[in-house]
């Protein structure tokens, strides 16, 4: 026999995401897939940084990642797979549209 209590537990649960450049909204009670044009990233930093001990966290959308990625003086692993769909570089190694 297993005995068991019962907790009330606060859970929280993820509704929407608002890119953190752009401002541009999404409910997630709307829509299950519009975050799948959101892209989360954490990142901290530590001895010998200005922001030593703070970690960031912050949210773009898939415009804004792609534009930032634009202004990448070296292409990041993984893109291509939708090579035909976008061009990150011209054939002299600047950035296109
Ligand atoms: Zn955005």
Known sequence: ???YIERNVK???LVGFTCNK????VD????DFAGNLFHSFKTSFHYGSAFDMETWEF???EDCLLDFVK???VEPDGVGIERD???FYDLEGGLSE
């Open 1 to 3: 026999m297993r005995k």
């Open 59 to 61: 949210d773009l959308c």
């Open 28 to 31: 997630l009670t709307e829509d």
């Open 85 to 87: 769909r976008f061009v």
């Open 71 to 73: 202004t990448f003086k």
């Open 11 to 13: 859970q929280r649960e």
């Open 22 to 25: 752009c401002g541009k909204s």
